[in-house]
């Protein structure tokens, strides 16, 4: 597991007719990286932003569960335009799409 900050980040929320965009970022705790910053996701609609919240979610939490919370989540983007999640844990497999390849 690695854990770190999860931050979601309404890219044109100044564009209320426009397709929603989002930046997903996963900073995890521990040592600086020596490539530099790490990539964002960018995703596109909020209904893919729900499933990517739910599947970044612990897999032994119930999926009712990780719906619940993710909807939360959105709800609170859509107030505020953005959301940072303290100590959040992803698996290897989830943390790599957030991963700088090491040749960068």
């Given at each position: 597991?690695?854990e770190?900050t999860?931050?979601?980040?309404?890219a044109?929320?100044?564009e209320?007719?426009?397709a929603r965009?989002?930046?997903?970022?996963?900073?995890?705790?521990?040592?600086?990286f020596?490539?530099g910053?790490?990539?964002?996701?960018?995703?596109?609609?909020?209904?893919?932003?729900?499933n990517?919240?739910?599947?970044l979610?612990?897999?032994?939490?119930s999926?009712?569960?990780?719906?619940?919370?993710a909807?939360?989540?959105i709800?609170?983007?859509?107030?505020?335009?953005?959301?940072?999640?303290?100590?959040?844990?992803?698996?290897?497999?989830?943390?790599?799409?957030?991963?700088r390849?090491?040749?960068?």
């Amino acid at each position: 597991m690695v854990e770190g900050t999860l931050d979601i980040y309404w890219a044109n929320r100044d564009e209320p007719s426009a397709a929603r965009r989002y930046r997903v970022n996963f900073l995890p705790y521990g040592p600086s990286f020596p490539h530099g910053g790490q990539p964002n996701k960018e995703i596109v609609g909020e209904e893919y932003l729900l499933n990517n919240l739910v599947d970044l979610q612990a897999p032994i939490m119930s999926i009712e569960r990780r719906t619940e919370r993710a909807q939360q989540w959105i709800l609170e983007i859509r107030k505020l335009g953005n959301l940072s999640l303290d100590n959040f844990q992803l698996t290897d497999e989830q943390f790599a799409p957030f991963r700088r390849a090491q040749n960068a």
